[in-house]
């Protein structure tokens, strides 16, 4: 009886000690923040930045963190560590789960590396469903005296294309190199 009794004062210690953390702590930790060297983040890179073409939109705080970013799958806002279903055009569901994201900063370079990983995606369309995964990866020198970000765009994915009579269709980057594109990111707004 006495063994049943602390099991039972344990698991619920347990459990109400994780349940306090909640989600905003699991979409704190969803996004690491590395800088080279050591020291902080520089709060002057924090902002709203915006791609000029392909329409990516990344929200960094001050301490580097992302708050948010609008990927180029289907233009949506999706937070680290919150997954989300939305409502699509055709009247279906799209579901995103993000997975870890990474923020690198060089303070001798200026380089900054933002790594989006979506460990999930499932989009109805039409009568189709596209499933997969999906990372990229934005590197390069940032600005924040000229607010602009110049980076090599890499996109690693892997989805698969379920049409109505059931064929599958393959849609992929290559593994090893991915497809990358050079864009430009400018700062539309400070927080």
């Known amino acids: 009886m006495r063994y049943t009794v602390c ?45 000029n073409r392909e329409g990516w939109e ?8 992302i708050a948010s970013a609008v990927i180029s799958l289907g233009r949506v806002r ?56 999906g990372m990229d990866t934005f590197a390069g020198p940032i600005s924040a005296a000229d607010g602009v970000w110049q980076v090599q765009w890499t996109n690693f994915s892997r989805y698969l294309l379920r049409m109505p009579d059931g064929s599958l269709s393959e849609l992929a980057t290559d593994e090893t190199y991915g497809e990358t594109i050079a864009l430009t990111f400018e700062r539309l707004l400070r927080p």
């Not at 960094?60 to 963190?65: L, N």
Request: glycine share 12%.
């Open 7 to 51: 099991i039972v004062v344990c698991l619920t210690t347990a459990i109400l000690s994780m349940g306090c953390r909640g989600p905003a702590a699991s979409r704190q930790d969803a996004v690491s923040v590395m800088v080279q060297g050591g020291g902080g983040f520089p709060p002057e890179l924090a902002g709203t930045w915006k791609a």
């Open 58 to 65: 990344l929200v960094i705080e001050p301490d580097g963190r």
């Open 78 to 133: 999706i937070t680290p560590g919150k997954s989300q279903t939305l409502a699509t055009q055709a009247g279906g569901e799209g579901l995103f789960e993000p997975g870890p994201w990474t923020v690198h900063y060089d303070p001798k370079t200026n380089d900054l590396i933002v790594k989006i990983v979506v460990s999930h995606v499932r989009i109805e369309m039409a009568e189709a469903v596209l499933e997969g995964t």
